[in-house]
């Protein structure tokens, strides 16, 4: 119960590893907020946890959506402590064929999404002199160089740079700003690798645990980073990876 009587607002937290922040969290003792456009499965999950968990529908694009979903956590729950900027989309193929559109919609969801988060979390935070944690989700790509990954890692970079620049910010008001990165992790979001596939099989060579991380693992890191047990981090990003960034080469194949 390392977060019990912690208010907790979690965007894109209606399913993947949103969805089990949300689970993770509750579990932990915290009441949850969670903010997404999927209201079918956000009010779902919000049901089966109970009183813990409520549900708005929120377009993190919008920082009104953002600046409601946070009142929400208010009035529901009575307080905000935690704001995981969860929400976000993926790309694919060559950057040099990701066309405008696509750029502006990833830059809107994935980096002013975070931003609107962020910032109107800790404008509450500020004003009720509470102190809190900010996390947001990048990846591995945001160091890495990928293929095939379109502009989803320049998006990721810029989160990176958004967390240190709130945790500097941020510091003298009490609020700790941190970043997850992780890396494939078994989702929806990953279906192409399945049991048996190329892309897994790729996976597992360039990553020293040979295996996906799961969800319920990013849920740990973020109920750590949310705890007092990570009072003194602040502007890090915890890459969650299987040792993925300190493999020079692929992993030998399995004799």
Same mark, same amino acid.
């Given at each position: 119960? #390392?977060?019990?009587?912690?208010?907790?607002?979690?965007t894109g937290g209606s399913q993947g590893i949103g969805a089990a922040y949300v689970r993770r969290f509750v579990a932990e003792g915290a009441k949850v907020t969670i903010g997404d456009v999927l209201d079918k499965e956000g009010q779902a999950l919000a049901r089966e946890l109970g009183p813990a968990a409520s549900y708005i529908h929120c377009d993190v694009t919008r920082e009104s959506d953002v600046a409601r979903l946070m009142d929400e956590a208010l009035s529901v729950h009575g307080g905000l402590d935690i704001a995981i900027a969860n929400a976000g989309i993926v790309d694919s193929g060559s950057i040099m064929e990701s066309d405008e559109a696509m750029f502006d919609r990833m830059m809107a969801i994935n980096v002013k999404g975070v931003f609107f988060t962020c910032r109107q979390a800790a404008r509450r935070m500020i004003a009720r002199k509470t102190?809190?944690?900010l996390i947001n989700i990048s990846s591995i790509v945001a160091i890495l160089g990928e293929i095939g990954e379109g502009c989803y890692p320049v998006s990721k970079g810029a989160v990176g740079a958004l967390t240190r620049t709130l945790a500097v910010e941020l510091a003298d008001h009490n609020i700790r700003v941190v970043a997850i990165g992780p890396a494939g992790t078994r989702t929806?979001?990953?279906?192409d690798a399945a049991p048996g596939s190329a892309r897994l099989r790729n996976i597992e060579l360039r990553?020293?645990? #040979?295996r996906m991380g799961e969800p319920e693992e990013m849920a740990g890191v973020a109920v750590f980073l949310a705890s007092d047990d990570a009072s003194y981090i602040t502007g890090q990003t915890i890459f969650a990876d299987g040792g993925r960034l300190v493999l020079n080469l692929n992993m030998k194949e399995r004799g």
């Open positions: 119960m #390392r977060l019990k009587n912690k208010v907790a607002v979690i102190g809190g944690v929806a979001m990953m279906a990553t020293p645990m #040979r």
